[in-house]
Structures are given as C-alpha cells and as structure tokens.
C-alpha cells in the first residue's frame, strides 16, 4: 500500500515538471499575415482636388496611358522641340 | 501593365539638388533623413559627372531579400514598398541595398534608431490611397493621383527621368542617339539585370 502511494506521488511530480517544461517553452515566431495588402495605385485616392485630370479612376489602362503621356510631355524634351 | 522605373542621365545632371529638395517639401521627410540625394564622382575635376541616387525599386530587390520580418512588397507596378508597421529598424537592408536608399531617423535618446524609411517612388504606402496615415508615414502618393515622382517631374534638366520602363528607355535612347554619347546608364544593370556599359533597355 505504501509503494503504491510513493509511486503515484512520484507520477505526479514528474508530471509536474513535464508540465513546467512545457510552460517554459518558446512561442511561436511564424510570421502571420505580412505584408499587408495595398490598395493599387489606378484606384485613385478619392480626391479630386490633387488628382491630375484625364483619367479615370478605378481605370487601370487610362491610368497607365495617363502617365505615359504625362511622361512623354514632361520628361521627353526632344518630341516637344522637334 | 507598366513597370516603374527610374532613370538618370549624367550627361545632363548639373548637381542643383532640386530633385533632393522637390522629394523633401513633397513628403514632409524629417531632419536628417533623405530618401535622395546627388552623387557626384571625380567631383571639381573637368569632366565630373553627377547622378541623382534613390531607391532604384530593383527588380530582385535585395533588402526584400534580407528583412527578416518581411516587410517589403512590390505592388503590380514594379514599386518596391515597406510596411513601417511591420518594420523594426534592425538596419539589415540598408547593408544589403546596392544603392544605399535606406534611411533611418536618429531623433530620439542615445541616437536610438527609428524605423526604415526610403523613396516611395512617390507611391505611399499600405495604408488607404491619399489618407492622412499614409502621408504621415509615407508621404503623398502621387501615381494615385496620376501623377509620376516629384523629383523627376521637378528635375530642370530632365536628367532624372521616372516611369513606366519602356517610356524612359525609350526617352533615354533617343537622347543617346541624338548627341552620340552617354549611353551609360549607372545603375540601370545593378537594379533591372542588364549589364553595366549596355545602356537603358526596355
């Protein structure tokens, strides 16, 4: 009877320490959920006051053809003068 | 779809740094920190020749390959964006960037650094289009106003040039043809892959 009682107080301090180790444990460093989504830059910010006109936001063609022409007409100097 | 891409000409880069203060008014960037800046090489010899240095939004971004909390991401543009969110300062990109466009703000106790900050290639950031946590984090986001980066629409000489790949190569290429030299495009091969000395390519 009193071995029986030494074995089962000696399960459950080992099972106290397993225990322990267990709450000592690392946590988790998995990245989750980056990077965050971004809105496209054809959809425009919603404000007519800053945005250039001639194109259509929400529009991703026009929005490329309105910053190849802004990019042909500001930056390519040559087209313009000749 | 374009892919955004910058571009600069040294034969026609005079050092005026309008491009450095155009990016500065525009974003509100703190002291000390510039998302541009003009390198000058063999500089107050004859001959000396200027370029106008930025994050080049490489197409095999190296910083995207470093951070070690994934910060980065590029957008269906070709523009290489980060999270300040996400960041932590840790400084691994500015190490790893070819072109030296991190940059990290140093206002607080002990010079303690901030989180990153670079050239948005006037694209802002994760937060929504146009919003006032974007700017304060980012900047303006001009190409959602259809607009391209200030710096390069400021440039007086069109030295610096910005946008969609093929527009600027195209530009480039025609200057180079014009007056038969300076086809040498610095940087252009170390972020886009093709070699150095071939010239802009689209």
């Given at each position: 009877m009193k071995r029986s009682s030494s074995r089962w107080a000696t399960c459950v301090i080992g099972l106290g320490l397993l225990s322990g180790l267990v709450a000592c444990g690392e946590m988790t460093q998995a990245m989750t959920g980056m990077p965050k989504s971004d809105t496209a830059a054809s959809a425009g910010t919603g404000v007519n006051a800053f945005t250039a006109p001639g194109w259509q936001s929400g529009d991703v063609k026009s929005w490329g053809e309105q910053l190849k022409t802004r990019a042909q007409y500001g930056q390519n100097d040559h087209t313009r003068s000749h | 779809m374009a892919r955004m891409k910058f571009i600069c000409d040294a034969e026609r880069c005079i050092e005026c740094n309008g491009c450095v203060t155009a990016c500065k008014n525009e974003h509100e960037v703190p002291w000390g920190v510039n998302r541009r800046r003009v390198v000058t090489l063999n500089d107050g010899v004859p001959g000396e020749k200027s370029i106008s240095v930025a994050c080049m939004h490489c197409s095999d971004a190296p910083c995207m390959a470093v951070c070690p909390v994934n910060c980065f991401y590029r957008t269906d543009e070709g523009v290489v964006l980060h999270d300040k969110d996400v960041c932590i300062g840790c400084g691994y990109c500015s190490y790893a960037c070819p072109f030296g466009a991190p940059q990290f703000p140093s206002q607080g106790t002990f010079g303690v650094r901030g989180k990153m900050d670079k050239c948005t290639f006037c694209a802002g950031g994760p937060e929504a289009n146009g919003s006032q946590?974007?700017?304060?984090?980012?900047?303006?986001?001009?190409?959602?106003?259809?607009?391209?980066?200030?710096c390069a629409e400021m440039c007086a000489t069109k030295a610096l040039l910005a946008g969609d790949g093929d527009v600027v190569a195209d530009i480039m290429r025609n200057r180079v043809v014009q007056r038969g030299k300076g086809a040498e495009v610095w940087g252009w091969g170390t972020a886009y892959g093709t070699k150095a000395g071939e010239g802009a390519k689209s």
């Open positions: - | 946590a974007e700017f304060e984090k980012y900047g303006r986001n001009r190409l959602a106003e259809g607009k391209l980066p200030a």
